[in-house]
T-cell receptor, first 113, second 112 residues
């Protein structure tokens, strides 16, 4: 099925652990983004990419790293998890700048204890 | 910082009623305003979108009204149904930009 696939769906981490949230899309979209969703805060942009090899920071980038080696994949890395990173994470992709709709994955619910 | 302010935070509407969600934006460069619908446990999905060269766009029971001078836009859901119960996000962006700026969301509950 065409779309954005995120893995895992659920994850519990201990403070200080590291992990990578996976995101893959099969629509040949150039633009990909990571958002976090917290109650009452809406969707906040973490990092985004406008193509393979090109990434940039969003509104809340601290504590997260990204890379984009292929058009299809855009993993999000937590180097040293903190309780403040407990959230639901969404990956999204779009074929072009701004005026096209974004396709979102189904999310990863992360709990840091 | 670019902002999109959304209200109300939550909304309860009776079946068959009209649901209205309002958004205001600050960045006058924005030229694309989508609305996303999110069901529990799912990712947001594009519902309807508008460009500022029109004042209204209608798709089925969903209508966006746009007021460029006031920098405001709203989503109207006519004949609201229990299946419309979801969280709705407004957003803004512009043609030369690659990401969306979202409002904080409105949780809509349509009572049977």
């Amino acid at each position: 099925n065409a779309g954005v696939t995120q893995t895992p769906k659920f994850q519990v981490l201990k403070t200080g652990q590291s992990m990578t949230l996976q995101c893959a899309q099969d629509m040949n979209h150039e633009y990909m983004s990571w958002y976090r969703q917290d109650p009452g805060m809406g969707l906040r942009l973490i990092h985004y990419s406008v193509g393979a090899g090109i990434t940039d920071q969003g509104e809340v980038p601290n504590g997260y790293n990204v890379s984009r080696s292929t058009t299809e994949d855009f993993p999000l890395r937590l180097l040293s998890a903190a309780p403040s990173q407990t959230s639901v994470y969404f990956c999204a992709s779009t074929p072009g700048q701004g005026i096209y709709g974004y396709t979102f994955g189904s999310g990863t619910r992360l709990t840091v204890v | 910082q670019q902002q999109v302010k959304q209200s109300p935070q939550s909304l309860i509407v009776q079946k068959g009623g009209i649901s209205i969600i309002n958004c205001a934006y600050e960045n006058t460069a924005f030229d694309y305003f989508p609305w996303y619908q999110q069901f529990p446990g799912k990712g947001p999905a594009l519902l309807i979108a508008i460009r500022p060269d029109v004042s209204e766009k209608k798709e089925g029971r969903f209508t966006i009204s746009f007021n460029k001078s006031a920098k405001q836009f709203s989503l109207h859901i006519m004949d609201s149904q229990p299946g419309d119960s979801a969280t709705y996000f407004c957003a803004g962006t512009y043609s030369g930009y690659s990401t969306l700026t979202f409002g904080k969301g409105t949780m809509l509950l349509v009572s049977p």
